[in-house]
């Protein structure tokens, strides 16, 4: 009578291709979350500058000529942010630009015009 199963080279096989299969879903649930992490802290970035120019056009600001720099928190994370403020065409109105980085990678930029309070 013939024994029926698979021989140790089939089993060998097998396990190496499910080796390979499993090593791949690692990797790709490893760069997901890491891609993750990199859009959360964008998004924080974005809230940054999107707050900072909020409070220019609340507090009705007309802001001096130059750059400044400064930091802020937002859930835990320190942002470190630059503002630069230069003239537009007319004098009435500045062009207030600020742009987010967190440990050196700068996430976000944005601008916007302020006018002159009346």
């Given at each position: 009578?013939?024994?029926?199963?698979?021989?140790?080279?089939?089993v060998?096989?097998?396990?190496?291709?499910?080796g390979?299969a499993?090593?791949?879903?690692?990797?790709?649930?490893?760069?997901s979350?890491d891609?993750?992490?990199?859009?959360?802290?964008?998004?924080?970035?974005?809230?940054?500058?999107?707050n900072?120019?909020?409070?220019?056009?609340?507090?009705q600001?007309?802001?001096?000529?130059?750059e400044?720099?400064?930091?802020?928190?937002?859930n835990g994370?320190t942002?470190?942010?630059?503002?630069?403020?230069?003239?537009?065409?007319?004098r009435?109105?500045?062009?207030l630009e600020?742009?987010?980085?967190f440990?050196?990678?700068v996430?976000?930029?944005?601008?916007?015009?302020l006018r002159?309070?009346?």
């Amino acid at each position: 009578m013939k024994a029926r199963g698979f021989t140790l080279l089939e089993v060998l096989v097998a396990l190496a291709i499910i080796g390979i299969a499993l090593t791949a879903l690692i990797k790709v649930i490893g760069q997901s979350a890491d891609t993750s992490t990199a859009v959360e802290q964008r998004i924080r970035a974005r809230w940054v500058a999107q707050n900072h120019i909020a409070l220019a056009r609340a507090t009705q600001a007309f802001p001096d000529l130059g750059e400044t720099l400064g930091q802020a928190t937002l859930n835990g994370a320190t942002f470190n942010w630059r503002q630069r403020v230069s003239e537009t065409p007319n004098r009435n109105f500045r062009k207030l630009e600020i742009s987010v980085s967190f440990n050196g990678d700068v996430l976000s930029e944005f601008s916007a015009v302020l006018r002159r309070p009346i």
